[in-house]
């Protein structure tokens, strides 16, 4: 194994977590969040030699991560599909999640870039310059992208909550 491919692996396996973490806040399902790593660092190896050595590379693999989310929203018509029927679910979740997943499904319905810019900003905290940077806008755009996404997802949450909802789609 050369060295650089060396230092590949390491940066990969130490950034592994927080990459699987990110792509699961974004994806809502550890299935598809695997998915979106294993492009993201598929992609980096492909560009490694070239920015190994750059100071930026945790927010440039964000980035990657982020962009192949937004990018696959907007060609998700014609992705390819391994099933005819969606697998069974491994049962039902433990007690005491329901808010959660309330939560999860009603962020799936908030639109790609307002999703991404919810995510990046509450769930892994991250500055406004820094989510603008990796979703390549303004800071103005993402401070509306998160007002636009904060009421769509209070909405959905207020409809889905009221005594009158029987069920979450």
């Given at each position: 194994?050369?060295?650089?491919?060396?230092?590949?692996?390491?940066?990969v396996?130490?950034?592994?977590?927080?990459?699987?973490r990110?792509?699961?806040h974004?994806?809502g399902?550890?299935?598809?969040?695997?998915?979106?790593?294993?492009?993201?660092?598929?992609?980096?190896?492909?560009?490694?030699?070239?920015?190994?050595?750059?100071?930026g590379?945790?927010?440039?693999?964000r980035?990657?991560?982020?962009?192949?989310?937004?990018?696959?929203?907007r060609r998700?018509?014609?992705?390819?599909?391994?099933?005819?029927?969606?697998?069974?679910?491994a049962?039902?979740?433990?007690?005491?999640?329901?808010?959660?997943?309330?939560?999860?499904?009603?962020?799936?319905?908030?639109p790609p870039k307002?999703?991404?810019?919810?995510?990046?900003?509450?769930?892994?905290?991250?500055?406004?310059?820094?989510?603008?940077?990796?979703?390549?806008?303004?800071?103005g755009?993402?401070?509306?992208?998160?007002?636009?996404?904060?009421?769509?997802?209070?909405?959905?949450?207020?409809?889905?909550?009221?005594?009158?909802?029987?069920?979450?789609?």
């Amino acid at each position: 194994m050369k060295k650089s491919d060396a230092d590949y692996v390491a940066y990969v396996q130490g950034r592994l977590p927080a990459l699987r973490r990110l792509a699961y806040h974004l994806a809502g399902d550890s299935h598809h969040a695997d998915d979106l790593v294993q492009e993201t660092i598929a992609k980096l190896y492909a560009v490694w030699g070239r920015i190994s050595g750059s100071d930026g590379l945790d927010a440039y693999t964000r980035t990657m991560l982020v962009r192949a989310f937004l990018d696959e929203k907007r060609r998700g018509w014609w992705r390819v599909r391994l099933f005819d029927a969606v697998p069974e679910s491994a049962g039902q979740p433990p007690p005491g999640v329901e808010e959660r997943l309330l939560l999860v499904a009603a962020l799936k319905r908030v639109p790609p870039k307002q999703q991404a810019t919810l995510v990046l900003r509450f769930l892994h905290d991250l500055p406004i310059a820094e989510v603008a940077t990796i979703l390549g806008c303004s800071e103005g755009t993402v401070k509306s992208q998160t007002t636009h996404g904060l009421a769509t997802l209070r909405r959905l949450l207020t409809k889905w909550s009221s005594p009158s909802a029987t069920a979450v789609r």
